[in-house]
């Protein structure tokens, strides 16, 4: 198959912008369809967005503190759990 078949839209009467055209009433048709118990409101979005965000902090907190208990240990006790001090900052 070529990287751009041009016989791929011939069905369509109005070729390849007749295929858009019905690609768009098709998508528009598929949004009046969709019931709105199941559409995300505004609201929802900035929560979720909002959960997203304190996760992120949360998990960012958590590796940082990580990061700095595991820099307060002797080289030789780095040693013994199989980690350097090179190792520290790639420790997610």
């Known amino acids: 198959m070529a990287a751009f078949d041009t016989n791929r839209f011939s069905t369509s009467p109005a070729g390849f912008?007749?295929?858009?055209?019905?690609?768009?009433?098709?998508?528009?048709?598929f949004d009046a369809a969709t019931?709105?118990?199941?559409?995300?409101?505004?609201?929802?979005r900035i929560v979720n967005a909002?959960?997203?965000?304190?996760?992120?902090?949360?998990?960012?907190q958590d590796q940082r503190?990580?990061?700095?208990?595991?820099?307060?240990?002797?080289?030789?006790?780095?040693d013994d759990i199989g980690l350097c001090r090179g190792d520290l900052d790639g420790i997610r």
């Open 17 to 29: 912008a007749g295929h858009i055209g019905q690609t768009f009433v098709s998508m528009t048709a």
């Open 35 to 44: 019931p709105a118990s199941t559409r995300v409101s505004l609201a929802d």
């Open 50 to 60: 909002k959960a997203r965000f304190v996760a992120a902090y949360a998990n960012w």
């Open 65 to 78: 503190a990580t990061r700095a208990a595991l820099a307060a240990l002797s080289d030789r006790e780095l």
